[in-house]
Antibody, heavy 121, light 107 residues
Framework: QVHLLESGPGLVKPSETLSLTCNVS?????????WVWIRQPLGQGLEWIGS???????YYNPSLKSRVTVSVDTSKNQFSLKLSSVTAADTAMFYC??????????????WGQGTLVTVSS | DIQMTQSPFSLSASVGDRVTITCRAS??????LNWYQQKPGKAPKFLIY???SLQSGVPSRFSGSGSGTDFTLTIRSLQPEDFGTYYC?????????FGQGTRLEIK
């Protein structure tokens, strides 16, 4: 069974960089598939942030592209998200997920439980 | 960006009812349409991919149909555990986008 678990600070100050890690178990990232970050402001809908293939090819939402970096560490079987220059509008539940499909256009078959990140001074 | 629009915004139905949720894309997405169920405080659960293929382990009362721009999710014989918010998602092109969600309440 594939299991994903997000970790990282729950509170980030405005203008700083949000950093999250997703640990994957039950599947080797280097075997394939895309590895994805999605966020959901409380009470709102889902927003795709970005996806990375095990080889390192990444796709980002243009609305966030200038501030987002997704990276993968196959030796630790984990992938990470960095979102810079955060504001209160970035406060959300952040999910990591596994993506199936091609060329970054995927559906998401396994999800982490989510981690709430609040941007506040 | 491809905009995904769901209807209705919310609905209330009784156990045993047949429920249909629709999703419309702002341009043709062939059959690259996927569905998720989310319960309060939980991560979304993957239900259906490429419009009509049921994910392993999902009850057969769930089904999906459609192609091009118009899609439906049908729940045949609604069960109490089917409450939650349902989202459609297009995987035709990046940026990947979701519908705004349909909240399903059990009467």
């Amino acid at each position: 069974q594939v299991h994903l678990l997000e970790s990282g600070p729950g509170l980030v100050k405005p203008s700083e960089t949000l950093s999250l890690t997703c640990n994957v178990s039950g599947y080797s990232i280097s075997s394939g598939y895309y590895w994805v970050w999605i966020r959901q402001p409380l009470g709102q809908g889902l927003e795709w942030i970005g996806s990375i293939y095990h080889s390192g090819s990444a796709y980002y939402n243009p609305s966030l592209k200038s501030r987002v970096t997704v990276s993968v560490d196959t030796s630790k079987n984990q992938f990470s998200l960095k979102l810079s220059s955060v504001t209160a509008a970035d406060t959300a539940m952040f999910y990591c997920a596994r993506g199936r499909g091609t060329s970054g256009t995927t559906w998401f078959d396994y999800w982490g439980q989510g981690t709430l990140v609040t941007v506040s001074s | 960006d491809i905009q995904m629009t769901q209807s209705p915004f919310s609905l209330s139905a009784s156990v045993g009812d047949r429920v249909t949720i629709t999703c419309r894309a702002s341009q043709s997405i062939n059959n690259y349409l996927n569905w998720y169920q989310q319960k309060p405080g939980k991560a979304p659960k993957f239900l259906i991919y490429t419009a009509s293929s049921l994910q392993s382990g999902v009850p057969s009362r769930f089904s999906g149909s459609g192609s091009g721009t118009d899609f439906t999710l049908t729940i045949r014989s609604l069960q109490p555990e089917d409450f939650g918010t349902y989202y459609c998602q297009q995987s035709y092109s990046t940026p990947i986008t979701f519908g705004q969600g349909t909240r399903l309440e059990i009467k």
